[in-house]
C-alpha cells in the first residue's frame, strides 16, 4: 500500500476521464478531483489523431486539476486495442544455497525468466503478472519470499503490445503536459474496480463494454488467466440503429439511451418512438420493440465474442462467478439478462467500489477503467492480489520505477 497523491487518465473513444486522488492514512482512497471530457481523434481505443486526442486530453486535465486544486505533473494511462495479445508462460530458477532462503531476486530472475518469449520487434511487452508459484513442487504458492527451496517456477501472464501504441498513447498524453507514471492495460484496471475476490478465486469475466472496443480479463482461482480486446463496443450499437433507422448518430445515440434495452421482450409490444430521421418527415416513429432488436443482435455478437476468448485458454465451466459486465453498454436495461442467457453463466453489471469522496458520479460502470487506474496506481492489496510489474527491460527496473513513482508528487497550484 502506498501513501500519496495519485492520477490517472482513461483514454477512452468516447470520453477521456481524469481523476485525483490521495490515499489517506487510514488506507481509504478519497477522489480529489475528477476531470471528463468528450473524447476526440480516438477510434476503437487508439489514437488515430495526435492533435485532436491530445487536445481532448489537456480539456480533462485541465478540469481535473482545477477540481481538485493540484497540478497534475504524471499520471496512470489505459491502454486498449486490439493489438493487445496475452500469454502464460513459466520461468525456472535454482536457488543454489538451500541454507537460505528465496530472496526477492530470486523471484525477479524467475520472473525474467518467464520473459523470455519470441515476439515480433514491432511488439512490445506491457506487463510481466506473477499467476502463482512452485517452490520445489509445492504448487500454488502466492508468494515464495522468504520460502525455502532450491527450485523455484513461477507462473506468469505476459501481455504483449503494439509498439506503436504505446508510443501514441504517451506522445498524446506526454504532448497535454502529463509524464506517463506507467502504462496499464485497461481491462486490468476495470477488473480492479469491479472485480471482489471471491469472484475471482471461483473464476471470473470481467467484460468492460465501451464505445469503441470491448476489454476483456478472466480471472481463475485467483489469477489472471487471459486478458484481450474485441474491437466492437456501443458505437456500433448505435451505428447499426442509423442504418436500420435510417437516422443521423445522434438521434440513434438517443433513442439507444433513452429507449434502449437489450431484451425487446421487456418492452411494450405496442410502444413506439419518435425520433429525428433524415427523409422529407424531419420526425418518423419507429416500433420500439424494433429499435430494442437491432441493439440485441449486437449485444449478442459481442458476448458471444467474449466467450470465445475466454475458450481460448480455459473452460466456460471453471467461471463459476460468471461474468460482470461494464463499460458504458454496461447502462443498457437489460444487458445482464441477456448475457446470461447468452452465455448460460451467471452475470451482473459491476461498479466501481472502494472509493470515497466526490464520487458520485464515478459509481457508473462507465468510469470503471479510470476508477481501476487510479486503484491500481495505489495497489490496495485488498484488491490488488497480483504483483504489478511494469514491463520493459526488467522487473526489477519496473519496480525501482514504481519505487521512483512515490517520491513525485503533485504540488498544489
Ligand atoms: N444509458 C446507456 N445505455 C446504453 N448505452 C450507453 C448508456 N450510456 C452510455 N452508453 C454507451 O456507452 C458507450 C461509452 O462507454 P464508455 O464510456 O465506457 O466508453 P469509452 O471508455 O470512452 O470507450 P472505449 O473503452 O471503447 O475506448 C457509448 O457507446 C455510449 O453510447
Ligand atoms: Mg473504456
Redesign the pocket.
Known sequence: MRSGTFAAI?V????ICTIVGEVAGTGETRILGVGISP?AG?SR?MVDNIREATEAIRVSVEKAERASGTRILSAYVGL?GAHIQSVNNRGIVAVPDRSRPISSDDIARALEGAKIISIPSNREILHVLPRFYIVDGQDSVSDPLGMYGQRLDVDAHIITVASSAIANVSKVVEAAGVQVDELVL?PLASAEAVLNQEEKRQGVVLV?I????T?IAVFIEGSIQHTATIPL???H??RDLVVGLRCPYHSA?EA??LY?HALPSSVAADATIEIEAFGAERQRAFPRRMVCEIIQARCEEILEMAVAEVRKTTEVQFVSAGLVLT???A??PGIDLLAEQVTRLPARVGRPSHIFGLVDELHD??FA?SVGLLQWAVGLPDIAPIGHYAGGPSAFDGLFKRIGNWFKILLPE
Do not use: H, M, R, Y
Not at 477512452?12 to 470520453?15: C, L, S
Not at 465501451?210 to 472496443?213: A, V
Open positions: 482513461d477512452g473513444t468516447t470520453k473524447s480516438l481505443g486498449s485497461q468492460d465501451g464505445g469503441g472496443c476489454d463496443g456501443g458505437n450499437i448505435t445515440e439507444k439511451v434502449g463499460g458504458g453498454t447502462l443498457l460502470p462507465a477503467t
